[in-house]
C-alpha cells in the first residue's frame, strides 16, 4: 500500500501553494517546516479524502448525526482551538477512536459495542481529542508548539495503517522511513498518554458527564484483555495499566460527582450498531428479546428487536415492539423514522408520508429526517423533489461523499446528466478517486459546451481538482 509511503517534501509542495504561503515565515528546507494551523486543516482534509478511499465505512445517517453532535458538544468545553471537524466512521468491530490534526475525528463502529455508557464513549473522545488541543503530535519539538510536517505526515500514514487494519505491518513500514520522527513520538508517548488522560477527564467533566467513566471503561478494558495475546489496535496504542487507571481514578474522585452517565440516545445508537454487527438478525432478535425478558424496561433491547424484526422480514412482530415504544415517546425520532421503514418496506408509503410530514415540521433541520424523506421521494418515484431535497442537505454537508452519492443518483433519475457527473465528479473527489473524479467533469463539460457560464464553472471547478490530485500525489510518491 503506497500509502504507507508519504514523501515529506511533496508534502511540503501543498503546503506552499500560494494561496496558504502567507503566514509560512520561510520554508527554507522544505522537510522540516513547521506546519501553520491552516496548512493542518488542509492537509487533515488531504488525508481524509484518502484514509476515505481505503477503509469501509458505515454510512448510517442516525450514527453519523449522534457521533457529529456528541463530538461537537465535547470540543465545545474542550482547549481545541480549530473547531472545523470532519468525521469518518469505520466499519470495524474492534474498539478504536482517534482525533487527529486537521480536525479529523474517526469512530469504529466498535467503540458503541465496547462503550457501556453514553459516558464511557465520551471519555475515550474527550482523551483523543485532548491528543490534539495539546498538540501532542508536535511535542518532538521543544520549544515548538507546532506540528511538524515529518511527524504529521508519519502520524497520519499511522493511523490509515491501522485504520485500514495493517497492523503491525504498516506500522513498521512507516517506521523505516521515519525512524526519527516515530521515535520521537514513543519518547513522548506515556507522558502524552497521561495528559490527554487529565485534559480528557476534565472536559468529561465539563461537558457534563461522570468523570468516573473514563476509569470505569479502562477497568473494563484492562478486565476483557489482560490475557489476550492480539490485543485490540485501541490498547496497542493505549495501553491500559493499573497506575494509569489508579491515576485517573483518583482524579476522578476529585472531581464534582453527579455528571451525566448515560442517555437513552446512546443506548439506541449502541443497539443499531449491534444489529449491525451480529451475525443474522435472528440472533440479533433473539439477544434483545433476552434483555428484555430479564428488564421488560429495557427502550433501547425493545427498539434493538423492533429494527432486527424489520431486517428479518417479520414485520408484525416489528410493529408490536414499535407501537410500544411510540406510545411512550411519541416524538422520539428514532422510533418515527424505525416505523417509516417498516411502513416502506411493508409498502406502505402513504403511512411513511404523513409520519414523516409531521416528523419534519417538528426538527426541520435533522439530518436522518431529511436523508430519510429523501429515500421515501426516490420510492415515491420523485427524483426531481428528491435533488431538491438533497440539494439543501448540500448545504449543511458538503464533504459527504454518502450525499454527493445520492446526488449523483438522483440526477440520474431527474435526467439531470450534467449535474450527475458533477456530482459523481465531487464524490470521487472526497473518496480520493481524482482521475474518476476529473474524467467525470470532462464528460459534464463536454455536455455543457453550448452552456458557456456552466462550462467554464466545471473547468474551474476540475482546475481546482486538478491542483488537489497533484499536490495529494506529490504526498504519496
Ligand atoms: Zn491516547
Redesign the pocket.
Known amino acids: 500500500m503506497n500509502l504507507l509511503r508519504p514523501t515529506l517534501l511533496t508534502l511540503a509542495c501543498l503546503l506552499a501553494s500560494p494561496s496558504m504561503a502567507d503566514d509560512l515565515p520561510s520554508l527554507g528546507d522544505a522537510s522540516s517546516s513547521i506546519v501553520s494551523p491552516e496548512q493542518e486543516h488542509q492537509l487533515g482534509r488531504a488525508w481524509l479524502s484518502i484514509l476515505r478511499g481505503e477503509v469501509d465505512q458505515l454510512s448510517d445517517p442516525q450514527l453519523k448525526d449522534y457521533v457529529e453532535s456528541s463530538v461537537y458538544a465535547l470540543a465545545e468545553t474542550s482547549q481545541l482551538q480549530d473547531r472545523r471537524l470532519e468525521f469518518i466512521l469505520l466499519n470495524s468491530s474492534q474498539i478504536n477512536a482517534f482525533a487527529a490534526p486537521g480536525g479529523i475525528v474517526g469512530v469504529n463502529g466498535g467503540l458503541f459495542l465496547y462503550a457501556q455508557t453514553e459516558a464511557e464513549y465520551a471519555a475515550v473522545l474527550a ?2 481529542l485532548a ?1 490534539v488541543s495539546q498538540r501532542h503530535f508536535a511535542r518532538g519539538v521543544e520549544a515548538q508548539q507546532r506540528m511538524q510536517i515529518p511527524l504529521m505526515a508519519a502520524m497520519l500514514a499511522g493511523i490509515v495503517a491501522a485504520a485500514a487494519g495493517a497492523g503491525d505491518a504498516g506500522i513498521a513500514a512507516i517506521a523505516s522511513s521515519q525512524a526519527a520522527a516515530i521515535q520521537e513520538q514513543r519518547r513522548f508517548s506515556r507522558q ?2 497521561q495528559e ?1 488522560d487529565r485534559i480528557g477527564l476534565l472536559n468529561l467533566e465539563k461537558a457534563g458527564y461522570d468523570p468516573r467513566a473514563m476509569p470505569s471503561m479502562f477497568e473494563r478494558l484492562m478486565r476483557q484483555y489482560r490475557y489476550d495475546a492480539k490485543p485490540p489496535e485501541f490498547l496497542l ?2 495501553p491500559v495499566t493499573e497506575s494509569r487507571i489508579a491515576d485517573t481514578r483518583n482524579r476522578a474522585e476529585q472531581q464534582k460527582p453527579g455528571g451525566k452517565e448515560d442517555s437513552l440516545r446512546y443506548q439506541l445508537m449502541r443497539a443499531r450498531v449491534q444489529l449491525f454487527y451480529e451475525e443474522t438478525p435472528g440472533i440479533a432478535a433473539k439477544r434483545f428479546r433476552a434483555m428484555l425478558d430479564e428488564n421488560p424496561k429495557l427502550d433501547a433491547a425493545r427498539y434493538g428487536l423492533a429494527l432486527a424484526k424489520i431486517k428479518a422480514g417479520q414485520l408484525n412482530e416489528a410493529r408490536e415492539a414499535l407501537q410500544a415504544l411510540l406510545e411512550k415517546a411519541p416524538d422520539e425520532i428514532a422510533y418515527n423514522l424505525a416505523q417509516v421503514d417498516l411502513d416502506i418496506t411493508a409498502n406502505r408509503l402513504p403511512d411513511a408520508q404523513k409520519r414523516s410530514d409531521r416528523l419534519l415540521a417538528m426538527y426541520p433541520n435533522n439530518y436522518p429526517l431529511k436523508q430519510m424523506r429523501t429515500d421515501l421521494l426516490i420510492k415515491q418515484g420523485q427524483p426531481q423533489q428528491a435533488e431538491k431535497n438533497l440539494n439543501e442537505l448540500l448545504q449543511s454537508r458538503p464533504h459527504d461523499p454518502d450525499v454527493w452519492y445520492q446526488v449523483a443518483e438522483v440526477r440520474g433519475l431527474a435526467g439531470n446528466t450534467i449535474g450527475l457527473h458533477q456530482a459523481r465528479a465531487e464524490y470521487f473527489a472526497l473518496v480520493g478517486d481524482y482521475d474518476q473524479a476529473i474524467e467525470q467533469l470532462d464528460f459534464a463539460k463536454r455536455r455543457a459546451n453550448n452552456n458557456f457560464p456552466l462550462a467554464s464553472r466545471i473547468d474551474a471547478r476540475q482546475k481546482e481538482l486538478l491542483d488537489e490530485q497533484r499536490a495529494i500525489k506529490g504526498m504519496l510518491r
Do not use: F, L, R, S
Open positions: 482523551h483523543e491528543h502524552n498518554e490527554a496504542t493505549h
